[in-house]
């Protein structure tokens, strides 16, 4: 499968952005930064990422290139990984060996994701992952060359999981993707619960992208559990909710999504997904800030972003802002530079990246309006609890990242 390659909100050629002589100090490889949005482009996480990551990623490149003037061009491709880790990471190993590209934002999927970030570390290029969720790209398959820009699976544990315990949620039962990204939720999710006094009757794996949810949700029903934690993510989160209600299983249980963005609502309809408690990192009606991002981003897309959406802008644009203050895009240099300094833009304010590779930053407890709450199209969510950075992510002293001090 060869790249693609964009213009400006078309998938169509080559994007080059050449603006204003060299500097003296510019040690830019070929005068050139190139980024590589790996996406699912029509599988079951496409609303998640797709072409809406592509499109979000084109709109940080103008908004730096209209501000920073910036003395090198600017190429974007994109790819379709089709959630097979050796589809993507031959994808990114092309990418770098033959194509140039410096960066890699997106990889949704965490299989996708762990399997690209072990090329970028042979490589010495850098990932800024956006999509995957397995808190395994901080721990212990952490590496110099990646960072987990929006959310992980420990955060969201962290913020659904104590919610729905504290609300009386005691006794779980999973409903699990079967790979690297729900394994790490349920095992995330299951140590929340435990550790605020819940308890765990059992889990069911099931495959990526399931067609029949019938026999998983019969498990789940036999637990008794009083919470069906749901482990999965896009599709499978959508068709697990809905057959779920066709079982009637919502009559005597509590769905706990523990993934879901705000593109599964608008496909759910706040019927079926009202008063679900979710954590996300970022909405787009949150400010006046997100709302004017959002609304330029409705005018190309014809729908809301999601915070994967928000997070491919927000890593590509300080992926390139930290190219212009050093002048280098030599990974060492500009890993070291996001590390040091703080990034500041729509997604979040004061971003700061651990020694881990974690980002930093806010999070937020929503609960699905009602229909009757509901006053405007995608006027999905109540702010329940903002989720201060300083506790939104898991302690840098309980990482299992071999890059830490002990």
């Known amino acids: 499968m060869r790249a693609k390659q964009i213009v400006p909100f078309a998938c169509a050629a080559a994007l080059a952005l050449t603006v204003g002589p060299a500097r003296a100090e510019n040690k830019i490889s070929g005068n050139t930064v190139k980024i590589g949005v790996l996406t699912d482009m029509s599988g079951l996480y496409s609303d998640i990422g797709g072409q809406g990551s592509v499109t979000a990623a084109q709109m940080a490149i103008d908004d730096f290139k209209a501000k920073a003037k910036p003395s090198f061009n600017v190429e974007l491709v994109y790819a379709d990984h089709q959630n097979k880790p050796d589809v993507g990471s031959g994808k990114v190993r092309e990418w770098i060996d033959t194509g140039g590209v410096d960066m890699i934002t997106d990889a949704l999927n965490s299989g996708v994701a762990l399997a690209t970030a072990k090329v970028v570390a042979e490589k010495k290029k850098i990932l800024i992952d956006t999509g995957a969720g397995s808190s395994r790209l901080t721990n212990e398959d952490c590496n110099p060359y990646t960072i987990h820009h929006t959310y992980d699976t420990w955060a969201m544990a962290n913020g659904t999981g104590r919610m729905v315990v504290k609300q009386g949620g005691t006794t779980w039962f999973f409903l699990t993707a079967d790979y690297a990204f729900g394994k790490s939720l349920e095992d995330d999710t299951t140590k929340i619960v435990v550790a605020n006094g819940g308890k765990v009757l059992g889990s069911v794996k099931h495959p990526l992208n399931a067609s029949d949810f019938s026999s998983f949700l019969l498990q789940a029903q036999a637990s008794g559990a009083k919470v069906i934690g749901l482990a999965n993510a896009g599709g499978d989160t959508i068709n697990s909710i ?21 593109s599964d609502v608008n496909s759910l309809g706040l019927d079926v997904a009202q008063n679900m408690y979710v ?21 190309k897309m014809k729908k809301m972003p999601t915070m994967n959406h928000a997070g491919v802008y927000s890593a590509t644009l300080m992926y390139l802002e930290a190219v212009q203050a050093t002048g280098s895009d030599d990974a060492d240099t500009v ?30 407890l929503f609960q699905v309006k009602k229909p009757s709450e509901s006053k405007k199209p995608w006027d999905y969510y109540w702010v329940r609890a903002p989720i201060p950075a300083e506790i939104a992510f898991q302690p840098l002293d309980k990482s299992r990242c071999p890059l830490i001090k002990k």
């Open 242 to 262: 809905k057959a779920a209600a066709e079982f009637g299983l919502t009559k005597t249980a509590t769905l706990a999504g523990l993934l879901v963005f705000i």
């Open 279 to 299: 954590t996300e990192a970022w909405y787009w009606d949150l400010n006046d800030e997100t709302r004017a991002w959002s609304k330029r981003y409705f005018e």
């Open 335 to 364: 890993m070291a530079y996001l590390k040091k300094n703080k990034h500041s833009d729509m997604f979040a304010k004061n971003l700061s990246v651990r020694e881990d590779g974690r980002a930093i930053h806010p999070m937020y």
